[in-house]
């Protein structure tokens, strides 16, 4: 299996704390992605990062914000959870061949309630 | 029209049945195809990628078909653990932004 560890496994918090949430890598791919996954909603990205410190905005990033100080770890933030937010937050990675993209490696997520 | 469509399901089969899912992708600029497996409340994995000329692996055979704009994922002598969520998963060619579909559920019951 792909090196990848989310932390933490699960977290409760309240309305209106922050929560990060961690994803680390040891296969030193480039690209690294969040997702969140809703029952009736599938997969959807919330941020992605092509590289260090190079990030961008997925179909619902309102609400988060990621970093990607190093190589191995890109971080999500909600600055101030909601509800609405609680959800199953996947974290993946990849690479991009010279012919073709490769598949994406996913962690095992993280369940986050916020109450 | 969804960029990725897939059939929701619930696909209910004997234990020893063939099943067959498709996939249908808007884009014609896609390059990269893939089938995941997700068992429930667990992460997506990798199933099988999905090569021009169809692939084949044990009793998972993929394929694709371009002109119609589809891929497949036929299972053979279907095994209760079978018993999943399969994700298609497209990319277009030069984009590293997958697009997945919403995954078809397939019940193997005894």
């Known amino acids: 299996d792909a090196g990848i560890t989310q932390s933490p496994r699960h977290k409760v918090t309240e309305t209106g704390t922050p929560v990060t949430l961690r994803c680390h890598q040891t296969?030193?791919?480039?690209?690294m992605y969040w997702y969140r996954q809703d029952p009736g909603h599938g997969l959807r990205l919330i941020h992605y990062s092509y590289g260090v410190k190079d990030t961008d905005k997925g179909e619902v990033s309102d609400g988060y914000s990621v970093s990607r100080s190093k190589t191995e770890d890109f971080l999500l933030t909600l600055e101030s959870a909601t509800s609405s937010q609680t959800s199953v937050y996947f974290c993946a990675i990849s690479e991009f061949g010279a012919m073709s993209n490769q598949p994406q490696h996913f962690g095992d997520g993280t369940r986050l309630s916020i109450l | 029209r969804k960029e990725v469509e897939q059939d929701p399901g619930p696909f209910n089969v004997p234990e020893g049945a063939t099943v067959a899912f498709n996939c249908t992708y808007s884009?014609?600029?896609?390059?990269?195809f893939f089938w995941y497996r997700q068992d429930c409340r667990k992460e997506p994995k990798l199933l099988m990628s999905v090569y021009s000329s169809g692939n084949e692996d044990g009793r998972f055979t993929a394929q694709l078909n371009r002109a119609s704009q589809y891929i497949s994922l036929l299972i053979r002598d279907s095994k209760l653990s079978d018993s999943a969520t399969y994700l298609c998963?497209?990319?277009?060619?030069?984009?590293?932004?997958?697009?997945f579909g919403r995954g078809t559920s397939l019940i193997v019951h005894p």
């Open positions: 998963v497209v990319n277009i060619g030069g984009s590293y932004i997958p697009t």
């Open positions: 296969e030193n791919h480039r690209y």
């Open positions: 884009n014609s600029a896609s390059q990269s």
